[in-house]
């Protein structure tokens, strides 16, 4: 299995990302897919995750409104558009997937290898 989390980068405050994360190697349409984010010297941190077919989500308060997850499962590819960017978004994004429950900080079933972002203020 391999998640590969793609779209980092280096922007400013107000600026917008999109995160991409491409599955490989599971039944994409059977998982849970999510972001968990984890700045220097904190602990890691729950962002958002979409349910198998996409109809539903979940979002940490720090992001819901400004964030929009999604996914494509022809594609088999989660998706994480940023946007109105805060310094204090500032991380290394990791994907994850998780079969029978929400995608959480820890539990998770297979996870991505990560990707920086970086806000400047």
């Known amino acids: 299995v391999q998640l590969q989390a793609s779209g980092g980068g280096l922007v400013q405050a107000g600026d917008s990302l999109r995160l991409s994360c491409a599955a490989s190697g599971l039944s994409f349409s059977s998982y849970i897919m999510g972001w968990i984010r984890q700045a220097p010297g904190k602990e890691r941190e729950f962002v958002a995750a979409v349910a198998w077919n996409g109809a539903s989500t979940k979002y940490s308060d720090s992001v819901k409104g400004r964030f929009t997850v999604s996914r494509d499962n022809i594609k088999n590819t989660v998706y994480l558009q940023m946007n109105s960017l805060k310094p204090e978004d500032t991380a290394v994004y990791y994907c994850?997937?998780?079969?029978?429950?929400?995608?959480?900080?820890?539990?998770?079933?297979?996870w991505g290898q990560g990707t920086q972002v970086t806000v400047s203020s």
């Open positions: 994850a997937a998780r079969r029978s429950q929400w995608v959480g900080v820890d539990e998770n079933d297979y």
